[in-house]
């Protein structure tokens, strides 16, 4: 059986990459390849990579489910996440809220909406 993907993003620079995702967003830092190009983070069941590249560079944009989005929302606003939308509910069926990081990634957090079951 397969696994789950690991996304590799774009970062003008792995370490503080690393270091912005254990600050602000709850990762532990992985591992970092000695030339400092490419790293990695992880979370319970999400790992992500990230690849050193000189910007202008296309941000990646993922979707993650929360289980809690309430506690989620809480606790990476607490810490300080960049929260370009605050949680709210959607139109298109969910409760949601973005996170962007500090090289433009995005991050749709989401859960369906109560309304929507």
């Not at 003008?12 to 970092?32: I, N, S, T």
């Not at 979707?63 to 300080?80: H, R, V």
């Amino acid at each position: 059986s397969l696994g789950p993907p690991v996304p590799e993003l774009p970062v003008a620079d792995v370490e503080r990459a690393q270091q912005h995702y254990r600050d602000a967003l709850g990762f532990d830092v992985g591992w970092l390849y000695p030339d400092k190009q490419i790293g990695a983070v992880s979370r319970s069941r999400v790992a992500i990579f990230f690849r050193k590249r000189k910007p202008p560079f296309e941000p990646a944009v993922h979707w993650m489910y929360a289980e809690d989005i309430d506690a989620s929302y809480e606790e990476l606003k607490s810490s300080g996440a960049n929260i370009i939308d605050p949680l709210e509910e959607k139109s298109w069926g969910l409760r949601q809220f973005t996170v962007k990081d500090l090289d433009g990634n995005l991050f749709y957090i989401h859960c369906d909406s109560p309304r929507a079951s």
